[in-house]
């Protein structure tokens, strides 16, 4: 059991054969062994945090066991804070690529823990609507720096199988180029990071009122408004959307610089991951397996949404050639995975699906 500032973390880690019995015995005593740390142990007799969070780690279990228990936890009462895992092996890398720190705001993240202080910044913005009033845009410029201390970078795994969790790739080696080569010397980007904002976390006041009192015969265009956004620097506040690498180079050099920002918000998530999709289904960086599988999740009626959810079901069914077998990033495969996009692909154009 460990702390972070007022957030108490038990982990429990089994390796047995009989992990679904270790999970139900985990189940029942997590709690009494917490009130017993409480009154034993001085590290933790004054911490007065509502936020407990149990990770039951399983490193050798297979997918369908994984499956079994978080089948288990959902039919508990208040299990919400409960995390069934095999390992940090992806928090581990990002520690890696990036920097401890960031892998670390990252697990919280995940975890769904609140930081105690919530830090905000406030910038002058001009909002707009875009996809057909669907979705508002901000776009500003603020110390990357600061932004970079708070954005982050989406990431799909076995645990985050819904449709806005995303894979891009974070690479260590270019952000030190970037950081090195760029930012050291003092360079400037020119082009806008894309972020995704969150509306809870988001508050704008418009100028427009002041402007008008003030400037002789101003006209507001329409749809758009000029005044300040108040961004709370929250673990789920801005994800990168494009320009991961231009953004988060700034948290290894020593150096700060402006960086300039489209943030979007969008309340309809499916809308949000087609928009997504669009904006990188021609960019090499984001993975074809990815767009793939995110037709099948948000337009299952579409030639590529059924192409893609044919390959799933055949993915997880007995056919000895293709079970398990395939690249999908939602779903677990075995040993060296056959190509999913490829098969996706070849139905699509080579086979001319109707």
């Known amino acids: 059991v460990c702390h972070d500032s007022e957030t108490i973390i038990y982990i429990e880690v089994k390796n047995g054969e009989n992990v679904e019995g270790q999970f139900d015995h985990f189940l029942v005593k997590r709690l009494d062994d917490l009130e017993y740390l409480k ?3 001085t590290g933790f007799k004054n911490l007065t945090t509502t ?11 297979f997918s369908k066991t994984l499956d079994k228990l978080n089948k288990k936890k959902s039919n508990q009462p208040d299990t919400s804070d409960i995390f069934v895992l095999r390992n940090l092996n992806e928090f581990m890398e990002l520690s890696t690529q990036v ?10 993240r995940t975890l769904g823990v609140t930081p105690p202080k919530t830090d905000e910044i406030t910038v002058s913005a001009i909002q707009s609507k875009i996809l057909g009033d669907k979705a508002l845009m901000y776009q500003f410029t603020c110390s990357a720096k600061s932004l970079a201390k708070f954005a982050s970078v989406p990431r799909r795994s076995e645990n985050h199988k819904n449709t806005n969790n995303y894979q891009r790739l974070v690479k260590g080696s270019r952000l030190k180029e970037i950081a090195n080569q760029h930012i050291s010397l003092k360079k400037d980007f020119v082009n806008n990071v894309i972020l995704k904002l969150d509306k809870e976390n988001i508050t704008f006041k418009s100028y427009e009122a002041v402007l008008k009192k003030h400037i002789t015969n101003y006209i507001s265009p329409n749809d758009i408004k000029t005044g300040s956004l108040t961004i709370a620097m929250n673990y789920n506040s801005a994800f990168i959307i494009d320009g991961q690498h231009r953004l988060l180079s700034y948290l290894l050099s020593e150096n ?6 489209s943030g979007l918000v969008v309340d309809d998530k499916i ?3 087609r928009y997504f999709v669009d904006i990188n289904s021609k960019a090499s960086k984001v993975s074809q397996n990815l ?3 995110l037709h099948g999740d948000l337009s299952p009626e579409s030639d590529e949404g059924m192409i893609s959810n044919i390959f799933k079901e055949v993915h997880k069914g007995d056919c000895s050639v293709f079970a398990h077998k395939l690249s999908i990033p939602s779903l677990a495969s075995k040993g060296k995975p056959l190509s999913y996009s490829g098969l996706c692909r070849t139905f699509k154009d080579d086979l001319n699906f109707k």
């Open 99 to 108: 920097l401890p720190s960031y892998a670390k705001r990252e697990l919280l």
């Open 256 to 261: 700060d610089g402006l960086i300039r920002v």
């Open 291 to 293: 767009i793939w599988d």
């Open 271 to 273: 809308q949000e991951a």
């Open 39 to 41: 009154k034993q142990s």
């Open 51 to 61: 936020q407990v969070k149990y990770l039951f780690f399983a490193p050798k279990c």
